[in-house]
């Protein structure tokens, strides 16, 4: 049995799911065949402050919600093999876990290991390690080679490496980005990227345009919005209530989806860092739902 805390989750987001309703600005045409067609996914440090606390009882609840597929690794105090069958106890797969940079470059071993343990097939690193707001030429030409190199380790293990864009990638460079820098210097066949659509468009990147330009060097997406009106940085930052529920902010969410999937995007996770995901969680899947082409 799971705690009061998570039951109270659990409720507040079953009412949230069985009332939510995108209305008629937030979707396309309500006739058609559906935008959103992958298996519903999530990134597990949406539920960041339950999960430790009561893991049966948080993965209870991202059943409920109808979540097939996670990102993520095991909570702490958890091991792998644990992990992996309470969530086969539940029907959900993991299909990416994530790893520090540093560790991952010191020694790929346990990412492998993990991933695997698993039933993984992806290893994201979400963060290059740099001075806040100054991520320079620098920082990109290692991580490149420092991608390059892991990369392939994976690949050789049977894994697909992933890094995931967090703004600050998109620092002005040459006649473009950093980020193009680093998509034009690793090897598509040791390095693949995961956009997060938030991160992507606070940093000034246009997610339709990069989807577009990349192709099917992006593999994984996080699902998230951010609030109208607010313009981003390059830290790589922002308050936790400028993280909306989907259709609620200001990306483009249907034409998102439907490059993504010309792109050949093979997993998508709903991430919601806000401190209000028992209500926005079901909120964005009800806008996912609703998106007809």
């Known amino acids: 049995m799971y ?13 949230s799911l069985g009332l939510a309703c995108p209305d008629s600005g937030q979707v396309a045409a309500q006739s058609g065949k ?16 339950s999960l430790p606390k009561d893991v049966p009882g948080t993965l209870d609840l991202i059943k409920s919600l109808g979540f097939k597929e996670v990102e993520g ?13 309470m969530l086969d106890e539940r029907g959900i797969k993991v299909t990416s876990t994530g790893a520090d940079y540093n560790q991952i470059v010191k020694d ?8 695997k343990t698993l039933g993984a097939s992806f290893v994201m690193v979400a963060w290059i390690p740099h001075e806040k707001g100054h991520f320079t030429l620098e ?8 991608f390059n190199r892991v990369g392939k380790i994976l690949k050789d293990n049977g894994l697909t490496f992933c890094y995931h864009t967090h703004g600050f990638e998109f620092q002005p460079y040459e006649d473009g980005t950093l980020f193009d820098y680093m ?7 040791y390095v693949s990227f995961e956009m997060d659509i938030l991160w992507v468009t606070h940093g ?4 339709v345009a990069l989807l577009k330009k990349y192709g099917n060097r992006w593999k994984l997406m996080h699902l998230k919005d951010l609030k109208k009106g607010i313009k981003g940085d390059f830290t790589g930052g922002t308050p936790p209530e400028n993280d909306v529920a989907l259709g609620d902010g200001q990306v483009n969410m249907p034409e998102v989806l439907k490059q993504a999937k010309k792109a050949g995007v093979k997993h998508y996770y709903i991430e919601d860092e806000s401190n209000i995901e028992t209500t926005q969680v079901p909120k964005s899947i009800a806008y996912l739902k609703g ?3």
Not at 73 to 85: F, I, M, T
């Open 3 to 15: 705690n009061k805390t998570t039951t109270r989750l659990l409720a507040a987001a079953l009412l």
């Open 34 to 49: 559906p935008v959103y067609t992958f298996p519903l996914g999530l990134q597990t440090y949406t539920y960041r402050n």
């Open 73 to 85: 690794g095991p909570p702490k105090g958890v091991s792998a093999e644990e992990y992996k069958k």
């Open 108 to 115: 790929p071993e346990p990412a492998i290991k993990q991933a």
């Open 139 to 146: 920082n990109a030409k290692k991580a490149v080679e420092d």
């Open 183 to 189: 998509v034009k210097n690793t090897n598509p066949d």
């Open 204 to 207: 000034g990147g246009d997610p």
């Open 291 to 293: 998106l007809k082409e």
